[in-house]
């Protein structure tokens, strides 16, 4: 079932579609990125989200963990305005709400910090 739905989030985990994840999580339209890794694991760079952004998504949520204590650099979001793709950055309990209900409208892609 596509776009894929958020029906749980807690910290370190996470129900997509039913399936249970306990990494940190990219949802694409089509299909998920189930181990998704950083360069740095409490800092978003360029280099983190390079797939993502070859998909052209309408909407970039990055969760930034339980109480948001992962960083998106700067060059992330002057690149992500440059594309003209709409950019929220949010806590990941509040990043899993708005991707549910964007995800309907618009080609939207959320990359998911499940902890800190």
């Known amino acids: 079932m596509y776009p894929p739905k958020i029906e749980k989030y807690n910290f370190g985990e996470i129900v ?5 994840y306990a ?17 740095e ?24 963990g ?6 998106v650099s700067e060059k992330v979001k002057e690149k ?5 793709i709409e950019l929220l950055i949010l806590p990941t309990n509040k990043a899993c709400q708005e991707y ?6 618009k080609k939207t892609i959320a990359c998911l910090h499940l902890t800190c």
Do not use: C
């Open 41 to 64: 694991g409490h800092s978003l760079f360029i280099e983190d989200i390079e797939e993502v952004l070859k998909e052209e998504p309408e909407v970039l949520i990055i969760g930034t």
């Open 100 to 105: 549910n209900k964007l995800s309907e409208k």
């Open 80 to 84: 992500i305005k440059a594309l003209n």
């Open 16 to 20: 997509i579609d039913g399936i249970f």
């Open 23 to 39: 990494k940190d999580v990219i949802i694409y339209p089509q299909k998920i990125n189930p181990s998704w890794w950083r360069k």
């Open 66 to 71: 339980a109480v948001g204590l992962m960083q």
